[in-house]
């Protein structure tokens, strides 16, 4: 019995080539886009769950406590995690990173030197942060090697690019020509998805041998570079202890206390909280599942819709089946095997689909953690039998029931119409559900390309074009050879200007802190952002002041120039009135007079507020020369750049980047999810085409009769295309009715998280609306054409 459903099904399908096709199309479609998103949230929610003691760890983060409310952020000093180990018994140990981005480390080998400049992938750490979390040593040559200084772990990846295949404990590394570190540690490469990424880990005490003024036991001394875990002895004691480290809070910043705030983040939380540089909101991946069910909702509804018109077709083989002692029971599972085996081909061209798309869902996560091995884990694979068997349950029962139930007399007769073939007013209604989600897709699509254009065009209050930068090695003379490399750049007519800094205006540094202003008795109530860079810095960014004028670099004075905003959270409404007032930098501990106010510029993403700044030269922390280039022909002034960097700095590096570029990945997180729901939108409308022209064949099917009739009365091609057309414009307007609201809400408040962001005005969710509306007819209109030019004669002779 089964062996002969198998071949009847098998035969049907090859005979109905087109709804063969359309079909797997579909089916293949969704299911594709289910076992991508299925795999992105995989990832997400899979992040450092492998870390033993999971549930104990926490992220020591910071909430500033201001007047203008609250600033958040993972900012931390380096004695803060020895000092919560020792005063708090609860606490079993305390792990210290501190990032290093942008350093030089070389290694010398007998076939030559292996020098690269390393981006995120080195920092600082202590031996409790080696110990907490799940590190596979591969070689070590002591249980506390992050105890003395000179000592660095590394991963097996760069222990093949700096050594090769030889042995690589006890050999050397130079770290920015100046340190040689010895290899203590080999660590396995991350096998996991996990935020602690560095792949090189200096231990923390070679720290202050790298810069002897770093103050090692500052609490005040805060950075986003620094990131403190504590790992607990019982996961209840999480609220007791952040009381307590609130409640001591004299002991580490004295008569401030008050402005700190220190939290226990949950190591689950980590990678979650946006508040405290979070990579993505839960919200967000339970938005991509949703995007995900509803790909295969409407991959399901286009099964029945094209399913029941099929019925129609095959009427006269079911009352055939049904006069020769055919049971609807075995009618609906003969239907069903159909469902299934179109069902599983379909899965599996989704799994050949998927790994040819896992290149771009790397990309999607800034990862290479996606190659096909993932098709065949055991959790992507039940996934998968679990999604085929829903869609085959989905699909195919009420199509099967439709089909078992049919009248074998009136099938017989070819008659079986819309009461035999299911509702058709059933039908409508799912069609017009395709389209609602279809435009909530192209809606939200339309609105994130318009805010991420809006921030790549938006003013930041400086030029950032034709403005690269280059990382600084480096050096003992440190002012000799900076002068030398200036002035040989300058000599070169392309270059405009040249200014040593440590970051553009619009960065992620997070140096900063309290001011105090004008001989004022107390400290500000408000914190400012410091920015670093030389006389040259405004012209370099043509940042424009309201007054006074640039700084003027003196051995003996610092001199400042402030922005609008601290001006304002000042008091003080004249920028002239600003000039000649004294200021103290609680971050840097330097004093000196404000010599000019610069109007406002951003200082990070437009995601925040711009916040008060102060600029000053404070050449210790200047880490990168930035150039302006004043030409079209930028290979011929990148060329002479590394010329003139080769022969100051014959052993360095040469490396650089358009500060523009480096803006751009502010919005990285945005551009990613634009690029999901852009590619899934896409997608949505492919299948809801499907779905259309499933719908328009059952309806032509249906109708080829009347439009016989019609034209024979006198009839144009016209009013035969209106006869369709208004039946596909009422459900496009119902469809928009009900998705607009739903897409203004959802957009809307995705929009409130900005500082800057754009209105959602009407025209928006009309241009959505008129996108689809176009979508529908260019999809229904060929069939519709066809139908309506058809021969009236052909069309009265239709059975």
């Known amino acids: 019995m089964i062996k002969n459903y ?15 096709l359309l079909n797997t199309i579909g089916l293949s479609m969704g299911m594709c886009s289910a076992v991508l998103i299925f795999l ?6 899979k992040t450092d769950k492998h870390q033993p003691d999971f549930d104990r760890i926490y992220r020591v983060v910071l909430d500033m406590m201001l007047d203008e409310g609250i600033q958040r952020g993972t900012d931390s000093s380096v004695p803060l995690a020895m000092s919560l180990a020792q005063d708090y018994p609860q606490i079993e140990r305390a792990g210290l990173i501190r990032k290093l981005p942008d350093a030089t480390l ?24 080696m110990d907490m979390f799940a590190f596979e040593w591969l070689e070590k040559s002591g249980p506390a090697i992050m105890k003395e200084p000179y000592h660095v772990v590394i991963s097996e990846k760069q222990a093949k690019k700096y050594f090769g295949n030889k042995n690589v404990l006890g050999q050397t590394l130079r770290l920015n020509n100046k340190l040689v570190l010895n290899v203590a540690g080999i660590i396995k490469n991350n096998a996991f998805p996990t935020d602690l990424n560095n792949e090189i880990y200096i231990s923390l005490p070679t720290l202050k041998k790298f810069d002897p003024s770093y103050e090692m036991d500052n609490f005040s001394w805060l950075s986003t570079r620094n990131e403190t875990f504590v790992k607990l002895k019982n996961a209840d004691q999480a609220a007791r202890t952040e009381k307590q480290i609130r409640v001591n809070g004299n002991k580490y910043y004295g008569e401030i206390a008050s402005y700190y705030n220190h939290k226990l983040q949950p190591l689950s939380e980590v990678h979650f909280d946006e508040r405290y540089d979070g990579k993505i909101r839960r919200s967000i991946l339970w ?12 991959a399901c509804i ?23 002692g055919g049971t609807g029971s075995q009618l609906f599972w003969q239907f069903m095997l159909e469902t299934a085996i179109l069902t599983t081909g379909s899965a599996l061209l989704a799994l050949a689909l998927s790994a040819v798309f896992l290149p771009f869902l790397n990309d999607w996560t800034n990862t290479y953690a996606f190659d096909s091995a993932v098709l065949f884990q055991p959790g992507l694979l039940l996934f998968w ?23 074998p007399v009136i099938a017989l007769k070819n008659k079986a119409g819309i009461q035999q073939s299911g509702s058709f007013g059933l039908r409508r209604s799912l069609i017009a559900l395709q389209l609602i989600i279809a435009q909530i897709l192209v809606i939200g699509t339309l609105v994130l390309i318009l805010q991420l254009n809006f921030f790549r065009n938006a003013n930041p209050g400086f030029d950032q074009n034709a403005v690269i930068t280059i990382p600084l090695p480096a050096s003992d003379s440190i002012q000799e050879i900076r002068s030398s490399l200036k002035n040989r750049l300058l000599q070169f007519p392309d270059i405009k200007s040249v200014s040593y800094q440590h970051e553009a205006p619009m960065s992620t540094m997070g140096y900063g802190g309290s001011v105090r202003f004008d001989h004022r008795a107390d400290w500000e109530k408000f914190m400012i952002s410091d920015r670093f860079g030389d006389e040259s810095y405004l012209n370099t960014y043509k940042i424009p002041l309201l007054a006074g004028r640039n700084l003027i670099i003196r051995d003996s004075v610092t001199e400042f120039v402030v922005n609008k905003e601290f001006m304002q959270k000042a008091g003080i409404r004249n920028p002239e009135h600003m000039l000649g007032k004294q200021l103290v930098d609680g971050n840097s501990g330097l004093e000196g007079k404000i010599v000019g106010v610069a109007n406002s510029f951003h200082l990070k993403s437009l995601q925040e507020e711009v916040q008060p700044c102060a600029i000053f030269h404070y050449p210790k922390l200047y880490k990168e020369a930035a150039i302006r280039l004043n030409t079209k022909d930028f290979s011929r002034s990148l060329l002479h750049i590394r010329n003139a960097w080769q022969k100051i700095y014959p052993q360095a590096v040469f490396t650089y980047q358009f500060v523009d570029e480096k803006i751009k990945k502010f919005y990285e997180k945005e551009d990613q999810l634009a690029t999901l ?18 719908m328009i064949s059952f309806m032509v099917t249906q109708k080829t009769k009347e439009i016989g009739v019609r034209k024979v009365l006198g009839a144009s091609v016209n009013n035969i295309i209106l006869l369709f057309g208004k039946e596909f414009l009422f459900l496009v307007s119902i469809a928009f009715i009900i998705a607009a609201p739903i897409a203004y809400y959802v957009m809307n408040n995705w929009l409130n998280g900005f500082a800057y962001r754009i209105e959602l005005r009407w025209w928006i969710l009309a241009l959505g609306g008129i996108l689809i509306l176009s979508v529908t007819f260019l999809t229904v209109g060929f069939k519709v054409v066809k139908a309506a030019l058809m021969n009236p004669v052909k069309s009265l002779a239709t059975d």
Do not use: W
């Open 106 to 129: 070389s290694s010398v080998q007998e076939n030559g030197i292996y020098r690269f400049i390393e981006k995120d992938k080195i920092a600082f750490a202590n031996q409790d942060f």
């Open 40 to 45: 992105f949230l995989q990832f997400h929610l």
């Open 6 to 20: 198998i071949r009847i099904a098998v035969r049907n399908l090859v005979i109905n080539k087109s709804y063969f």
């Open 677 to 694: 729901i852009r590619s899934f939108a896409l997608i949505a409308i492919l299948i809801c085409c499907l779905g259309l022209y499933g």
């Open 385 to 407: 039998l679990l999604t085929t068997i829903i869609v085959i349950m989905a699909a195919g029962f009420y199509p099967a029931v439709i089909i078992s139930g049919f009248n």
């Open 302 to 324: 286009n099964f029945v819709n094209l399913a029941t018109a099929q019925a129609l077709k095959r009427s006269r083989e079911i009352g055939v089946r049904k006069v020769l």
């Open 287 to 298: 938005i991509l599942a949703g995007v995900g069910g509803f790909l295969l909702l409407i």
